[in-house]
Each structure stands twice: as structure tokens, then as C-alpha cells.
């Protein structure tokens, strides 16, 4: 099955994002059929669901991967994945994540709603990474100037400066360790059994000529 389009813009894009969260949370015994046809229903500009209902499910299916292939691939740090858990507060509801961005960049660009959901979806993002990155910098000048940000440590006498916490995407990269050739005659002597101390491929190997 082709199906021709554009990348969708900013708002329709996070539509589809959503949707696509919430298929994947229908495949753990949810409305699986229907949250994949709403899917489509707004990939394929409001076409009601009506249409799809009684449609082949391969080719449903399909149209699915076809639509999300024609989605921006974003590479920003703030769109970087994340193992951390994330919890949702409490003040949270349906569709939150559109009128929140949407405001973060109403509130510092002046830009209204209508050119907001236009935006190409790259430059969006980029622009709320900038934002969050000067709200977090904010935060963390004003928490250092305060007596919250230290700790005094009776034993040392000394005081302990304890850092705001960043997003993950702010954090050093943690670097990969750096392999390195040694002489045998460095290693230990005899049997050392290291399979439960270091994954294969750092695990010392004979080099072969």
C-alpha cells in the first residue's frame, strides 16, 4: 500500500505521538483495534473511523507503518530515550503535552497558537530544548546563592554543595571504556577465573598474528 503525504506539522504531530503511547499501552489487553484505527483517522486528516472498520487488518496495519514513516525523525537531547522512570503529576490529563508546549513557546517567543501548530516539528523542539535548558540554568544559579544548596558536615568541618538534579539529557555522557593492549607478562599468574566479573568483550584474549 503508498500513501503520499508530508511530515506532519508540530500539533499533529503530538497528537500522533500520543496516540501512538496509547497503542502501545492497548496491546497489554486494551482497545488495541481502536486506538490503531484513531490513529489513522488523524494521520489521514480526520478520514472517519468508519471507513477502516470493516477494511482488510494486514492493510491496516501496513497504512500504520506507512504513516509513521512519513513522521519527522527528530535527533535532539531532548528527545534522546531514557530508561528513568517517568511520573506523571498529578495535575496531568489527555492531550496536556500540546497545550503545554504550545504555551512554554506562546509565553517566550510571542508567537500565537495557530503558527505554533504550523512549526516544523525539528525547529519546535529545538526551541523548547532551549527553553528548558535556560529554566533549568535559572533554577540552578538561584539554588546555589541559597542555603538549601549546602550541607555543613560536622566531621570535616566542611561544607557539601548538593546540585539541583538535571534532566538526563543535560548529564555528562557517561564515555565507553577505552580497550587497551597489555603484555602478557602483566596479566596474573595463574588460573583466574574472570567470566562473572566483566562482560566477553572485555574479557583479556589472545591476540593472534
Known amino acids: ?21 496509547e497503542i502501545i499501552k492497548a496491546t497489554d489487553g ?6 490503531l484505527l484513531e490513529f489513522l483517522s488523524v494521520a489521514l486528516w480526520g478520514l472517519d473511523k468508519k471507513y477502516f472498520e470493516q477494511a482488510n487488518w494486514i492493510l491496516i496495519v501496513q497504512s500504520f507503518y506507512v504513516c509513521i514513516s512519513l513522521s519527522p525523525k527528530v535527533e535532539l537531547p531532548i528527545t534522546t530515550p531514557t530508561s528513568e522512570e517517568h511520573k506523571e503529576e498529578d495535575w496531568n490529563y489527555p492531550q496536556r503535552t500540546w497545550n503545554l508546549y504550545s504555551h512554554m513557546l ?10 505554533i501548530s504550523k512549526l516544523d516539528v525539528f525547529e519546535a523542539l529545538a526551541h523548547i530544548q532551549e527553553i528548558i ?12 546563592i541559597s542555603e ?8 570535616t568541618k566542611t561544607s557539601k554543595y548538593n546540585p539541583l538534579p538535571r534532566p538526563h539529557w543535560m548529564r555528562t555522557k557517561v564515555k565507553p571504556i577505552q580497550k587497551f593492549l597489555i603484555p602478557a607478562s602483566m596479566l596474573p599468574v595463574g588460573v583466574v577465573n574472570m567470566s562473572d566479573a566483566l562482560p566477553d568483550e ?3 584474549k589472545e591476540i593472534k598474528a
Request: aromatic share 18%; net charge positive; charged share 35%.
Open 106 to 115: 506562546a509565553k517566550n517567543y510571542g508567537w500565537d497558537l495557530e503558527y
Open 202 to 204: 572485555y574479557l583479556p
Open 30 to 35: 486494551g482497545n488495541f483495534p481502536e486506538k
Open 1 to 21: 500500500m503508498r500513501l503520499r503525504g508530508k511530515s506532519p506539522r508540530f500539533r499533529k504531530w503530538i497528537e500522533l505521538e500520543n496516540l501512538k503511547q
Open 148 to 155: 538549601a544548596a549546602w550541607s555543613y558536615d560536622q566531621r
Open 133 to 144: 535548558t535556560d529554566e533549568q540554568l535559572n533554577r540552578e544559579f538561584y539554588h546555589g
